[in-house]
């Protein structure tokens, strides 16, 4: 790829759309899909911060998408259930290569954290002392708030346009603070944007591929999905229940991954009974020191209640719901793109989307032990990344200083 065509990543903040660079969308192979989405789901921490960094990656590095199509996807991973960064990064691969795209995506984003949770839980297993299983990852809490406070920034700066688009930012912060429903706040989000946003940006350019999703894949998606949930109640009989479960959990998770865990928690602790709190919590620990969604937490309570088997079936279940919807409406989704009033609503919820990350930095600095250390890393790590230096170069040195110093 010539480099005198790539696009900044400045150029993705500020909103500027290169219309010619439209009309040379890059056609990947699966095989460069999976090993891009591989590599950046590795260094994937920050949950939903790391739509940022897909959009960077998809429209900016390889071109696979343009800018108003990329946000268009996030609209639509807002909108529905699950973990926002996981289906922007399926909508991405359908986007670019349709549902074989969107398997190679969703499979590469999300393999490194179910490998690394499957390495942690079987530690946590043998010593049941999680200090010891994550102490090399304890530093990467500062550079975690780092990445989101970033993501914050650039996705704002990218995405509020005027006083309405900000006002339904922070008015979708105060909400999530106050504990409202991310499912109310998505739906709030979108009507301010029809009522107060006047201006929803450029239509989509014409030039922007179309999602291909065949009528046999619309059937085969969800076909699949329900024969594999037959088969594991025939042959893995122990196992049905906790896939079950999983699949009600993402089901329900609407405002991304951390809205599953209250739930999970419930159902797991309370309702099941297969884990005390104090353990389950350690559960979510270990997710929030590993790459990708927290809801990689319910692979820990496969691997708690059932070992490796149950850490797959767990891992499959709670990703399976949101990556159909997301196959499923987005052809829809794209239709109604050139409605007006759709844009608008579009626009809300992009800035909700804003007051979400918003939320999640505070929500991660609050739960950081600050110290001068941690501050300095934190500071090291926010200068970086403004500079665009690549995050698996902050991730590597910031977990060697952590296993040295912490």
Known sequence: MNNQSEIALDTLCMGVYDRGVSERLESP???????????????????????????ELVV???????????????????????????????YAGLRARGVRGALASYLGFGLPAFCLMLVLSALYGVSRGLPQAASLFSGLQVVVVAIVANA?????????????????AAASAAALWLR???FYVILGAALAGILLVRRAGQARPATARAVDVSAAALIACPASAVLGLIACALFLPRLFDLALLMLKVDVFAFGGGF??????????????????????????ALGQVTPGPIVITSAFVGYVTHGVAGAAV?????????????????????????????????RGVLASFVGLLL???TTFAAAVPWNAVRAAMAVAALIALVRKVDVLYIVLPAAALSFVLF
Request: glycine share 10%.
């Open 29 to 55: 192979s699966i095989c460069d899909i999976f090993l891009s989405f591989l590599r950046l789901g590795a260094t994937a921490f920050g949950g939903p911060a790391m739509v940022v960094y897909i959009g």
């Open 60 to 90: 900016n590095r390889k071109k696979w998408l343009d800018r108003e199509t990329f946000e268009g996807g996030v609209a639509l991973a807002q909108s529905v259930p699950g973990a926002t960064a996981m289906q922007t990064a399926a």
């Open 152 to 168: 914050t920034y650039t996705f704002g700066r990218s995405s509020l346009k005027g006083v309405a688009h900000i006002i339904v």
């Open 180 to 182: 409202v429903s991310p």
């Open 259 to 284: 809205a599953s865990l209250p739930l999970m928690l419930q159902q797991v602790v309370s309702v099941k009974g297969w884990m005390d709190a104090t353990t389950f919590m350690d559960g979510i």
């Open 314 to 346: 767990a891992a499959a279940a709670i990703f399976t719901p949101s990556f159909l919807m997301v196959v499923l409406c987005a052809p829809f989704f794209d239709k109604l793109g050139g409605s007006p009033v759709f844009a608008r609503a579009t």
């Open 359 to 361: 939320f999640v930095t």
